[in-house]
């Protein structure tokens, strides 16, 4: 029986409502088929609606748990997806900030992807370190203090 690389690790992905349902999806099942257990978590009660390119509004999706419930010390990584509305939202919410920051102090990995970056920005996770992102968010990547 061949292994899978991520048997038993839990990942986190973490969304607040109109996220790019592509940025969540795509490497939610790409986790999941590695062996991952993967939970949607948001600070928003669902069901959440996702968006196509910012653009369309995309598919439903339940929530699997409260941020108020979740504890970092329950996951292995992290994801953030992104989508401006999403990314936006997130950021401004200190609870998602505190999440992000116990995952970095704690060493483990961060995966934000397109827009998500603007979490990091606002929990103060970037200064030194090298990131990508959407173009339009490099000001602000900069501004915070990135390689």
Known sequence: MQ?????GLQVAIIVFNYFEQVEMTSPRQALEQAG???TLISPNPGPLTAMNHDVDKGDTFPVDMSLDQANPNDFDALMVPGG???ADNLRIQPKAQSFAKQFDSAGKP?????????LLVSAGLVKGRTLTSWPTLQDDIRNAGRN
């Open 3 to 7: 292994r899978n690389r991520l048997d």
């Open 36 to 38: 991952a257990q993967v």
């Open 84 to 86: 401006t509305v999403n």
């Open 110 to 118: 961060i995966a934000a992807i397109c827009h998500a970056p603007w």
